[in-house]
């Protein structure tokens, strides 16, 4: 029996049990680790039935718009003017443009989930030294004489905090010609 104050018995030697306090503790713990998996998990569900229906929505208006016109324009019989002819053509070659850039963006999404990718923007412009590049990712610092209307010197440095919390790589490089790459490494999920 176990007094009032005294509610374990003394410790006799070693126990390869843990107390019962420790062992509610770790289990407690390590229901709660399952807990975030899962609600991760279900977070990306979400994510990718979400993303699925926004290209599949993106994806088939182009399509639509491209097979009326071609519809159109193969009509036995129909007499299209000219103008409605090189409409119709533009149509197509707008919407077939829009189209191929979607299945880019698709294309360069399965690169960053196979593994680690890199998005370079490289605008032309006068560059910036070396020795400058880095006041760029503090937050309200604008380098050169832009207009005042141009910013207030915030992108880069929320861009390298996203870039920072996810592992990733943010890196200021020449461009060829003139101007400065904002050149972003990120690893794959897993």
Do not use: W
């Not at 007094?3 to 030697?13: A, L, N």
């Amino acid at each position: 029996m176990h007094s009032k104050d005294q509610p374990y018995p003394p410790p006799t030697g070693r126990s390869s049990q843990p107390p019962p306090l420790l062992s509610v503790a770790v289990h407690s713990r390590q229901l709660a680790q399952q807990v975030a998996r899962i609600a991760e998990q279900q977070a990306a569900n979400e994510l990718r039935r979400a993303i699925l229906d926004a290209v599949s929505h993106d994806l088939r208006t182009p399509l639509s718009s491209i097979k009326a016109a071609v519809t159109g324009l193969r009509e036995p019989g129909s007499d299209l003017s000219d103008q409605v002819t090189d409409e119709s053509l533009a149509l197509i070659e707008e919407e077939a443009d829009r189209l191929n850039a979607l299945v880019g963006n698709l294309l360069d999404m399965s690169r960053i989930q196979a593994g680690t990718v890199t998005l370079a923007c490289s605008p032309h412009g006068p560059g910036i030294p070396a020795e400058r590049r880095q006041q760029l990712l503090e937050p309200f610092r604008r380098v050169g004489n832009r207009s005042r209307g141009a910013g207030v010197g915030l992108g880069l440095a929320v861009a390298k905090g996203f870039v920072d919390a996810m592992d990733g790589r943010l890196a200021l490089e020449d461009t060829p010609g003139g101007g400065l790459t904002v050149a972003v490494s990120l690893k794959a999920a897993s």
